[in-house]
């Protein structure tokens, strides 16, 4: 499945299906550089090690042919049978439904191209220019992907789903106009997202924030972290650790509520030899076994953390998340970052150490009208898990016992 280099089918755009067919100047006209996720060196870096994935681009010109926006998306298979976390028994009746009207088969998975970044939480999809009207240029790109898709024999017969994923409250104003293009909308699990105090300049500075329980609770995971030998995961490494890291990634995500794509971990040599220092990379060894890994993306101004792999078995005994989230503070407070962005999943015990949750909207919608409406009621009853928002603060004006 190859696009054409510069497929000019739609009006102003272009489609490349390599990063690297990108002419530089287009990036210098956007911009948009400084933000890793739209930056050739980390695209690069995806496309390069997660073949099994179609990663394809859409760049929007003006009438003076200067580009004004940047999309990036890729095709996957989705298998509802992938779904989680008490969703079973309605993905059984959508299976049921769809396959009684014949527009559902047991053989066949659901191929889906994600407007997005599938590895990543958060808007990490979509750029667009800062002195474009924004609404305008959104449009432009959703009319832009359904007619690429409907201009390539091979997308129109395969793709099923069209996504466009993860926004923010304050988007929705603009994203909000999928719904007339035979969009729904469902809320996910919210980004876990801790402000940094400007004040901190230490790790110990962030532990005299606390209240007196959580601080108890942070030092006895740093107690019994202590064992661990914590060290950064050069290029010289990956390789050889790759094995024991995959291993340890899997074991987390299998235990996600759905994957949209498996990443390949062999990307991480790649991003640190694209990104340098800008890519975090550290290793939790016990006793010369490896027994976790963190990963993260030092994007601007802020820390975000990407994926993990931990022992589960030794996890309670070592705290070995808790010490990794405490590793992605104390990081950021030592670069002076703003923010720490943890992601989805777990997000009472990141609450517990100071972020707070940002709501996600994705959209979705099947190219065949039936086929969608059936769509939208499975959409509308995914709810975000609940889970209580923890208070760690002193200024956070709520009771020691809270």
């Not at 990036?27 to 997660?50: D, G, H, M, R, V």
């Not at 919210?190 to 942070?218: C, G, H, S």
């Not at 006793?287 to 993260?296: A, E, P, T, V, W």
């Not at 499975?378 to 760690?392: G, S």
């Amino acid at each position: 499945m190859n696009f054409l280099s510069c497929n000019k089918n739609v009006s102003n755009a272009c489609c490349y299906s390599s990063v690297n067919d990108i002419p530089d100047v287009i990036f210098k006209q956007l911009t948009c550089l400084s933000n890793l996720y739209f930056n050739p060196e980390y695209l690069e870096a995806l496309e390069k090690n997660n073949t099994q994935i179609q990663f394809a681009y859409i760049i929007l010109f003006n009438e003076a042919n200067e580009a004004i926006g940047f999309t990036t998306f890729q095709i996957v298979d989705f298998h509802l049978d992938s779904v989680q976390n008490g969703m079973e028994s309605i993905i059984e009746k959508v299976k049921c439904i769809g396959r009684r009207l014949k527009i559902l088969s047991k053989e066949k998975h659901f191929k889906i191209i994600t407007c997005g970044n599938i590895f990543v939480t958060g808007e990490h999809g979509v750029y667009i220019h800062p002195n474009q009207d924004k609404k305008k240029v959104f449009k432009q790109f959703i009319k832009a992907l359904l007619q690429f898709v409907n201009t390539d024999p091979v997308l129109k017969n395969e793709i099923d789903a069209f996504m466009i994923k993860d926004f923010n409250k304050e988007s929705l104003l603009i994203t909000n106009e999928l719904h007339n293009e035979g969009y729904y909308s469902f809320k996910v699990e919210p980004n876990m997202i801790m402000k940094l105090n400007e004040n901190w300049t230490t790790f110990e500075d962030y532990l005299a924030a606390m209240k007196t329980k959580f601080r108890v609770k942070a030092k006895r995971a740093l107690t019994q972290s202590a064992e661990l030998i914590v060290k950064d995961i050069d290029t010289s490494m990956v390789e050889g650790l790759l094995p024991e890291m995959t291993h340890l990634y899997k074991k987390v995500s299998n235990n996600a509520g759905f994957n949209l794509g498996t990443f390949n971990l062999a990307t991480y040599k790649t991003l640190k030899e694209n990104l340098g220092d800008k890519y975090v990379l550290k290793g939790y060894w016990l006793n010369d076994s490896l027994i976790g890994f963190m990963s993260g993306i030092i994007n601007e101004n802020t820390l975000d953390a990407h994926f993990v792999g931990i022992n589960y078995d030794l996890n309670r005994q070592y705290a070995i998340y808790q010490r990794m989230l405490y590793d992605y503070i104390d990081l950021a407070i030592s670069k002076q970052l703003k923010t720490v962005n943890f992601g989805r999943t777990a997000s009472e015990i990141k609450s517990s150490i100071g972020a707070e949750p940002q709501e996600m909207t994705i959209y979705l919608r099947h190219k065949k009208s039936i086929p969608n409406k059936i769509l939208s009621l499975f959409l509308k009853r995914i709810q975000p898990t609940e889970f209580r928002q923890k208070f760690p603060f002193k200024d956070n004006n709520f009771s020691e016992n809270e």
